[in-house]
């Protein structure tokens, strides 16, 4: 089990928005993101299958450590939830794999 920046989400820009995170988090670093069949695909060369993932979150995790509320976070999201943003372009996504019989 792994979870991996996807890159179908906010994620996509997030190096123009960079510095604005760093002002915000302050020990925040670079990161590669990935597309969840790229991940699937190295797994499954080294004989692990039967992917399932779950996306997390669709807003960037910087507004949610802003506001610093579990409360607020949840009414974010739950939207986005709902209309199917977070399936569709949430991250991180939550990737479990298992070895194949």
């Known amino acids: 089990m792994i979870d991996y920046p996807e ?3 906010f994620n996509a820009v997030q190096e123009l928005f960079f510095g604005w995170k760093k002002a915000i988090e302050r020990n925040t670093r670079p990161f590669r993101c990935f ?11 080294h004989g692990f299958g039967q ?7 669709f807003f960037p ?9 579990a409360v607020v976070s949840r009414g ?18 939550v ?4 070895r194949a019989s």
Do not use: C, D, K, N
Not at 61 to 69: E, K, L, T
């Open 7 to 9: 890159v179908r989400s």
């Open 35 to 45: 597309r969840g069949r790229e991940l699937q695909s190295e797994f499954a060369r």
């Open 51 to 57: 992917p399932v993932s779950r996306p997390e979150l």
């Open 61 to 69: 995790m910087v507004i949610h450590r802003a506001a610093g509320s």
């Open 76 to 93: 974010l999201e739950a939207p986005a939830r709902m209309l199917g943003l977070t399936r569709a372009f949430g991250s991180p996504v």
């Open 95 to 98: 990737l479990r794999v298992s």
